[in-house]
């Protein structure tokens, strides 16, 4: 069975950082894309960033871009979000998913994560 | 980025309803078009991709069509574990999901 388990969520200042982490188990995990989704509260989904299997090939939304960096340990079967420079405006439920192939784009995201809750609050 | 909208926001219906959403994109994904059910609290979980193929262990109640810019996800008969919110997402290029469709009881 496929598992997505995500760690590191919390309460942060406002430009602060967190580095959020995703262990993965029940796949050939260094086959797949893996990417990061987040849920803002009473809004919808929005896709943040993904990186391919290699760590070749990785993505970010405009939002975050400079602000957040995506990363893998293909041995240690984790995911992880780096995120700085952090606003109110990223409070969210961040939820890893893996992807069904090999890239970045025309895919589907086929397992997700229960997500974890990240506050930026003073 | 390409937008993608859905149609309706919310939607009341009842058990053994027939439903359909529509999403509708700003410029061609072709079929690069999946859809999502999500429930507060829980994963979000894959019912379709590649506009119209099912995934594996969703049932037959749940179709999708379209390709280009217009696309149906498809509920024939609504069953009680069916109301969630619908998401409609391109993998075109950069990925990006519609706003979300609210079904109700």
């Known amino acids: 069975e496929v598992q997505l388990v995500e760690s590191g969520g919390g309460l942060v200042q406002p430009g602060g950082s967190l580095r959020l982490s995703c262990a993965a188990s029940?796949?050939?995990?260094?086959?797949?894309?893996m990417h990061w989704v987040r849920q803002i509260p009473g809004k919808g989904l929005e896709w943040i960033s993904g990186m391919t299997w290699n760590s070749g090939g990785l993505g970010y939304a405009d939002s975050v871009r400079g602000r957040f960096t995506i990363s893998r340990d293909n041995v240690k079967k984790s995911l992880f979000l780096q995120m700085d420079r952090l606003r109110t405006e990223d409070t969210a439920v961040y939820y890893c998913?893996?992807?069904?192939?090999?890239?970045?784009?025309?895919?589907?995201?086929?397992?997700w994560g229960q997500g974890t809750m990240v506050t930026v609050s003073s | 980025d390409i937008q993608l909208t859905q149609s309706p926001t919310s939607l009341s219906s009842s058990v053994g309803d027939r439903v359909t959403i529509t999403c509708r994109a700003s410029?061609?994904?072709?079929?690069?078009l999946n859809w999502y059910q999500h429930k507060t609290g829980k994963a979000p979980k894959l019912l379709i991709f590649g506009a119209v193929i099912l995934q594996s262990g969703v049932p037959s109640r749940f179709s999708g069509s379209g390709s280009g810019t217009d696309f149906t996800l498809s509920i024939s008969s609504l069953q009680p574990d069916d109301f969630a919110t619908y998401y409609c997402q391109q993998t075109y290029n950069t990925p990006t999901f519609g706003q979300g469709t609210r079904l109700e009881i």
């Open positions: 029940g796949f050939t995990f260094d086959t797949n894309v």
């Open positions: 998913a893996k992807g069904m192939g090999v890239g970045l784009v025309e895919d589907a995201l086929d397992a």
């Open positions: 410029q061609s994904v072709a079929t690069y």
